[in-house]
């Protein structure tokens, strides 16, 4: 890829019409609705160069791309997802109709999967599949208040083992949970205002019809399937797909800082005594939220290479921890990659860390079949 609303209070007898208003200003027929919003002179540019491209009648997603790279506004984050994952097409005269389509497919699958039985109908199988998921969606996003909502709470366990009985060749996986986090937050923003800081439960979100966060809903199951269609290969018996990750982590560590890739040698670290979480959700669990949030811009963005340029990112992460590793034994190594101190990692930190990543993975993407042959010669700074 190249570079680099009010809805609620009113009356439950208007809600169905104010729903059908929403829908449209969001996923219209009519010329694009551009946001009322203050902001700082350097916001405005980006948010008036999105609105160039999400004014068109057919949207130029490779230009939507390009923008999202460096970050979507927040007000306008759900739309952009939702077309650069090609869950929405990109003509505004189809984009109503196939929505509404969707949300009436998983509206079925509510009704297939996960109404027609009480507990004591489902298999053995069904039942400890729901306890997992009942236990990893307490663990979802701990630090925020609006993951433990109970409505959330419900929403997240039900799209999750719907998820596990439309995907039988993998089903539901740990780490899934973290995947779909973000688009909680995301999708749910266009309904009501979340506060991108504090995520705390919206003070309107007691309103919400229920209707309204059964499509939130069913538009983050849809999401979650098309951006894991990209990492399908983490989530298979075996995850050959975070197996694959490890041995290009490891090699790339070997070429940039060959020092780095000793010590784990001679220390007898491996990556998955702290790499598998980092690979397989996406470093969900290693930053704020506002920052993972920002990170899937970009990771989306790359489409059918999100898988690659994460295994970048990685091993750019670990590169940047190299001086702090080094400096310990193996279990105080280890207890530190665990525990990485990027809570209080900024926005500008994260774009830095996407950057040199795209830089790496534009290099050696360019050298394949000759990473081996430049071992130990290879110096991180002459790339960057």
């Given amino acids: 890829m190249a570079f680099l609303k009010k809805l609620f209070g009113q009356k439950a007898d208007q809600q169905s019409s104010l729903y059908k208003t929403n829908l449209n200003e969001i996923y219209n027929k009519s010329p694009f609705q551009k946001k009322q919003i203050t902001s700082t002179i350097q916001d405005q540019k980006k948010l008036e160069q999105f609105e160039l491209v999400l004014e068109q009648q057919i949207i130029d997603l490779e230009a939507l791309k390009k923008l999202t790279w460096r970050g979507i506004p927040n007000e306008y984050r759900a739309k952009v997802w939702k077309l650069i994952v090609k869950y929405i097409p990109p003509n505004h005269m189809s984009q109503t109709t196939i929505l509404l389509k969707k949300r009436q497919d998983y509206q079925q699958y509510i009704k297939n999967y996960y109404e027609h039985m009480n507990e004591q109908e489902r298999d053995e199988n069904e039942r400890k599949i729901i306890k997992i998921i009942q236990n990893d969606v307490l663990r979802t996003q701990p630090d925020y208040k609006l ?101 290009k982590i490891r090699e790339l560590i070997k070429i940039l800082d060959y020092p780095l890739y000793q010590y784990f040698e001679d220390q007898q670290i491996d990556l998955n005594h702290f790499a598998f979480r980092w690979v397989l959700c996406l470093l969900i669990r290693e930053f704020p939220l506002s920052l993972t949030i920002r990170l899937l811009d970009t990771y989306l963005a790359e489409g059918d290479e999100m898988a690659n340029l994460h295994v970048y990112t990685v091993t750019n992460l670990i590169l940047k921890c190299a001086p702090e590793i080094k400096s310990k034994h193996m279990s105080e190594a280890v207890i530190f990659l665990q525990n990485l101190p990027t809570k209080e990692w900024t926005e500008v930190q994260l774009e830095m860390l996407l950057q040199e990543a795209f830089v790496f993975q534009d290099h050696f993407e360019k050298t394949k079949g000759h990473l081996k042959l430049n071992q130990g010669n290879t110096n991180r700074s002459s790339i960057l």
């Fill in 147 to 247: 993951f433990r909502d109970p409505r959330i709470q419900e929403m997240f366990k039900r799209l999750l083992f719907i998820w596990n009985m439309r995907h039988p060749m993998s089903g539901y996986v740990q780490g899934i949970n973290d995947v779909a986090s973000p688009l909680v937050v995301v999708f749910l923003n266009e309904y009501v205002a979340v506060d991108f800081n504090s995520f705390d439960v919206p003070s309107n979100f007691d309103k919400l019809p229920e209707e309204i966060l059964i499509d939130i809903e069913a538009d983050i199951y849809w999401c979650l399937c098309k951006i894991i269609e990209n990492i399908q290969d983490y989530f298979t018996a075996n995850q050959p797909g975070v197996q694959e990750a490890y041995v």
